[in-house]
């Protein structure tokens, strides 16, 4: 008798607790579609050779699918823009991706490095910073008003390190 006293007690606990959704979670769709727009805003680099630099950020959302979305990211530091693959989970966490070149400014590609591995000049800062690659993430979806602030990281700027940083941008 204890036993089934015990799996009851046990199985109902289970059951009640992890079957009830967590209430701070958004319609992913909708949000995604939000998304589509002008995102303006800056990028602080720390912890490398890029530490106290800032980029000023222009990321244009064109097309969402779902919980995912597609654009472009573009720099005033640079003619290289890049396309951009996102996405945003049920808990409003947003991440993204410079997956390639939209257009090739030749920063990166255009290197001339004499060297392998960390010690290759292509893979330093700044130059590093213009290849695809970059990861934003640890935003969480705000629409009142609409505003992302996380982190981001792309390989490169010296042995064992990254180039990495926060963003913020907001909805124009």
Not at 47 to 66: D, F, K, P, Y
Request: proline fraction near 3%; aromatic fraction near 14%.
């Amino acid at each position: 008798m204890k036993s089934l006293t015990t799996f009851l007690f046990i199985f109902l606990a289970s059951s009640t607790y992890r079957c009830k959704e967590p209430e701070n979670t958004i319609n992913c769709n909708d949000a995604s579609t939000q998304m589509i727009g002008t995102w303006k805003g800056r990028m602080d680099f720390s912890g490398s050779s890029a530490s106290g630099q800032v980029h000023n950020m222009t990321l244009s959302v064109i097309t969402s699918n779902g919980c995912s979305f597609q654009g472009i990211s573009a720099f005033d530091e640079s003619n290289t823009t890049f396309v951009v693959s996102g996405t945003i989970d049920k808990y409003g966490w947003v991440e993204f991706m410079e997956t390639s070149f939209e257009v090739n400014g030749g920063e990166y590609t255009d290197c001339e490095g004499t060297g392998s591995g960390w010690r290759n000049p292509c893979n330093s800062w700044p130059t590093v910073r213009w290849r695809p690659g970059t990861k934003f993430h640890e935003a969480r979806f705000r629409s009142d008003p609409y505003i992302l602030n996380g982190e981001f990281f792309a390989q490169g700027g010296g042995w064992n390190s990254q180039i990495r940083g926060t963003y913020l941008i907001t909805k124009q």
